[in-house]
T-cell receptor
């Protein structure tokens, strides 16, 4: 079984709808991240959380919100989806050790019409 | 602020040949970490290899090795004996040691392995 899972894997929605993307991990990591990737580009950080009570904005948080329900779960919401939020969304986790390697989920392809 | 530069948008290599993917970085930090990730056409982001700035030896993981030249600020990925399954986008990344400690990615190199 995958260590980091994301649901849904694909989603098509309409402008103005509220959407929630979910991330779960079994790696036991404290740190979790949400990134988005636009076609042909690298990843940009949306939100991050270093533990259940710690939530921080990343570089492109406008239009998004998050919830850290437990150490293993970190959800991303689009309050009112717009077409330029069409992207590939990744959840990642890390344990804050010497390398602090981030391990990514499989991604959610979101299309906003 | 950290910056990663990958100057090869695309590379084509024959199966079983070795390939080097270039990565240069810019940082004012003395302590930093460098990563390579593989993104196949299916979209997932797969961690390949890590190199710490204070690591005395170049990192190796199976067929992957990292040619780390600190003075030149380069961290090239070497894939030995390439396979068709190596066809993918490859991203070099550096961890930002401030705040979020997010990963800063380069633009990526699309590697195509020809049979």
């Amino acid at each position: 079984d995958a260590d980091v899972t994301q649901t849904p894997r694909n989603r098509i929605t309409k402008t103005g709808k509220r959407i929630m993307l979910e991330c779960s991990q079994t790696k036991g990591h404290d740190r979790m991240y949400w990134y988005r990737q636009d076609p042909g580009l690298g990843l940009q950080l949306i939100y991050y959380s270093f533990d259940v009570k710690d939530i921080n904005k990343g570089e492109i948080s406008d239009g998004y919100s998050v919830s850290r329900q437990a150490q293993a779960k970190f959800s991303l919401s689009l309050e009112s989806a717009i077409p330029n939020q069409t992207a590939l969304y990744f959840c990642a986790t890390s344990d804050g050790d010497y390398t602090d390697t981030q391990y990514f989920g499989p991604g959610t392809r979101l299309t906003v019409l | 602020a950290q910056k990663i530069t990958q100057t090869q948008p695309g590379m084509f290599v024959q199966e079983k040949e070795a390939v080097t993917l270039d990565c240069t970085y810019d940082t004012s930090d003395q302590s930093y970490g460098l990563f390579w990730y593989k993104q196949p056409s299916s979209g997932e982001m797969i961690f390949l290899i890590y190199q710490g700035s204070y690591d005395e030896q170049n990192a190796t993981e199976g067929r992957y090795s990292l040619n780390f030249q600190k003075a030149r600020k380069s961290a090239n990925l070497v894939i030995s004996a390439s396979q068709l399954g190596d066809s993918a986008m490859y991203f070099c990344a550096m961890r930002d040691n401030q705040g979020a400690q997010k990963l800063v990615f380069g633009q990526g190199t699309r590697l195509t392995i020809n049979p």
